[in-house]
């Protein structure tokens, strides 16, 4: 069932889809209350509203899937009550014995399952039917039977070995009764055999197990959901209060000069760009996350590629190497051009401003490989496997993002068949090299 800390998170989260939802709208009217607004922050409230509306979808999603956690909770307690109730309750053969284990009387399935005739049993011990290894602990719950005959009945399990038939796992259950006055006390001993239960429970075992397994992955699954959407909450508050605060100075200052208004609308764009990086890595985390992500190759100028990306993110000048000749691949291109994105966008983030970034195309026998190196401080060795985990967030200048970048880089090679991985750079700092082979031997399996 679900925890009272996953209860609280949940809670959590919707109070701060409530919060966004309000401060959007509130944002909206103060922007609307200013005038006309300028194409840059039309678009911008556009595409926060669509923010919204993904990420109200995707709660809709994450509670669809806490319900079904909660159904499957309950099919394995019923699953368990009904094996229970078939195991206990499904005796085969029954018999008497004396104080002293000796048989005294048994019917038919109890004489077909020790595979011996009725008057042959008689007088015979029980224990004489158990398998040598399982005696003792017979002999010990009989004795039991008899001592604490007021605490109903013993039940174990226990290997029956009839002479000249097979043998056979059996489930006994015993009682004594308590005599009456001038006669003798008897055990009363149910025994069933359990070889097709036990195979059954072997199944039911691996069933249950197979159960539990996608139990926790839709629970893993959850919480990862939970996660991310409250990452992607708190990193969206960053540029909405930036967009709230510039609203604010065009409401109540309309006479702006048009230099101080160019100003607004420039970080107003740089709160865009801001944005649309953080939505398209929540959209690519969904993707991955929900299995969703397919690869589609053809044909591909991975050098076009990486300069598109380092003009998007203006880096260009003396400090930025970047190859020149074409280098055509049959990739991917979509998630290609997110994994070469994110690579620049990491450099940039955690390197000063200025610093020399280089990136290097390589083709090998396996495919080719992407290199990106900065001459930033590097990854300690420790941190070099860590940062491509989701949610992983290193040291940095500026505090947004929800630490998907390196994340997403190496799962979308792996959707290609590839791997992403990090090493110590000539110049100092650290140098991601993402191999990205032409022709996987599996890419079917990969891509799910």
Request: proline share 6%; glycine share 6%; with cysteine.
């Amino acid at each position: 069932m679900t925890s009272p800390e996953e209860h609280e998170d949940r809670g959590s989260f919707e109070g701060h889809l409530d919060a966004l939802r309000t401060r959007l709208v509130s944002l909206s009217d103060h922007v609307l209350a200013a005038g006309e607004p300028t194409p840059s922050v039309t678009e911008l409230l556009g595409e926060l509203s669509a923010a919204l509306q993904a990420l109200e979808a995707s709660a809709a999603q994450s509670r669809a899937r806490h319900e079904a956690l909660v159904e499957a909770h309950q099919h394995l307690d019923v699953e368990m009550a009904r094996y229970r109730e078939l195991f206990d309750l499904a005796p085969d053969g029954y018999l008497l014995t004396d104080m002293n284990g000796l048989i005294v009387e048994a019917n038919r399935a109890a004489c077909a399952l020790l595979g011996t005739p009725e008057p042959l049993l008689r007088s015979r011990a029980l224990v004489a039917f158990v398998s040598v290894p399982d005696r003792r602990r017979v002999h010990d719950h009989l004795r039991m039977a008899i001592t604490r005959s007021d605490e109903g009945s013993f039940a174990l399990e226990a290997r029956i070995t009839p002479p000249d038939a097979r043998p056979f796992p059996a489930r006994l259950h015993l009682s004594a009764s308590t005599p009456s006055s001038g006669e003798p006390g008897h055990i009363r001993c149910l025994i069933a055999d359990i070889s097709a239960l036990a195979e059954a429970r072997g199944a039911l075992e691996a069933a249950l197990s197979r159960a539990h397994q996608a139990t926790e992955a839709l629970r893993e699954a959850d919480r990862t959901k939970d996660v991310l959407l409250l990452a992607a909450l708190h990193d969206l508050n960053t540029p909405v209060a930036a967009v709230a605060g510039l609203a604010e100075i065009l409401f109540e200052h309309p006479d702006l000069p048009q230099g101080e208004i160019r100003r607004i609308a420039e970080r107003i764009s740089s709160t865009s760009a801001q944005l649309r990086s953080i939505l398209t890595n929540l959209l690519d985390a969904e993707r991955i996350l929900g299995g969703h992500a397919a690869v589609q190759r053809q044909p591909t100028d991975l050098t076009a590629i990486v300069t598109t990306a380092a003009r998007d993110l203006e880096l260009t000048g003396a400090s930025v190497a970047l190859p020149t000749e074409p280098v055509v691949a049959v990739v991917d291109p979509v998630l290609t051009t997110r994994i070469v994105e994110n690579l620049l966008s990491n450099a940039v983030r955690h390197t000063p401003s200025g610093t020399a970034i280089s990136v290097g195309l390589h083709r090998r026998e396996e495919g080719v490989v992407v290199v990106v190196d900065d001459s930033g401080p590097g990854i300690p060795d420790e941190a070099k496997e860590a940062i491509f985990e989701a949610f992983e967030r290193q040291e940095r200048r500026e505090p947004a993002g929800l630490g998907l970048g390196l994340f997403i880089v190496r799962r979308f090679a792996e959707l290609q068949g590839g791997r992403a991985w990090v090493e110590d750079a000539p110049s100092g700092g650290a140098s991601f090299r993402v191999l990205l082979p032409e022709s996987p031997p599996d890419e079917a399996s990969r891509a799910h």
